[in-house]
């Protein structure tokens, strides 16, 4: 079953604009973690908050967790066409098991 | 550092035929996961190895798919016989160590696109 569930489902934005999605998940949770998919490529870990964060930060990424609200946000900033794949956040509850949610569809305009 | 490596990557066969992908994990990665994608969807977790054992399969459909991993290195996923609904991409991913207190990153493969005719 799908823990998280990533918000917007697609998003289409210009060059330059800065990006957010975010993700809702339903259970407790170790740490959060967002990945990114090129079309027809695997997954590549971007970064990972955990439960006792609030706030990370990874070059153009800035991630939030609201624990009491059970919601991450990711955002990009100053977006790149190569920005554009989807991207999905996983939650961590235990046993090292990841579960992800249906992604958001990201497409940076030229 | 080589990454997770797949094959084939990609695959058509035709219901009720049989399938196998293989997998060989990040050297030394003790963890290795295998998922599966269906488009449009989140990858879902089939089976997790630790070395050669099994730490959680309660998501494999375990009538028709099931894995190995031998000398606790290179897995492989076998689905017999394949239905329409196993139409997906199937990732296989590692991770270097399974210790209390310690999350670590999970690498994936590229994966291997099946289609069931």
């Known amino acids: 079953s799908q823990q998280g569930e990533e918000d917007p489902q697609a998003l289409s934005i210009q060059e330059g604009e800065n990006a957010t999605m975010n993700c809702s998940y339903k259970t407790s949770i170790n740490n959060l973690q967002w990945y990114r998919q090129n079309s027809g490529r695997g997954l590549v870990h971007l970064i990972l908050?955990?439960?006792?964060?609030r706030e990370k930060h990874s070059g153009r990424l800035r991630v939030t967790l609201d624990t009491s609200k059970k919601s991450s946000s990711l955002l990009i900033t100053a977006s790149r066409a190569a920005d554009t794949a989807s991207y999905f956040c996983a939650t961590e509850s235990g046993s090292y098991q990841l579960t992800f949610g249906k992604g958001t569809k990201l497409s940076v305009i030229p | 550092e080589a990454g997770v490596a797949q094959s084939p990557r990609y695959k058509i066969i035709e219901k009720r035929q049989s399938v196998a992908f293989w997998c060989n994990p990040i050297s030394g990665h003790a963890t290795l996961y295998w998922y599966q994608q269906i488009l449009g969807q989140g990858p879902k977790l089939l089976i997790q190895f630790q070395n050669n054992g099994v730490v959680d399969d309660s998501q494999l459909p375990k009538d028709r798919f099931s894995a190995e991993r031998l000398k606790g290195v290179d897995s492989t996923l076998k689905i017999q016989p394949a239905k329409l609904e196993d139409s997906a991409v199937y990732l296989c991913?590692?991770?270097?160590?399974?210790?209390?207190?310690?999350?670590?990153?999970?690498?994936f493969g590229p994966g291997t696109r099946l289609t069931v005719l």
């Open positions: 991913a590692s991770s270097s160590s399974f210790s209390g207190g310690v999350t670590d990153t999970q690498y």
């Open positions: 908050i955990r439960s006792n964060e």
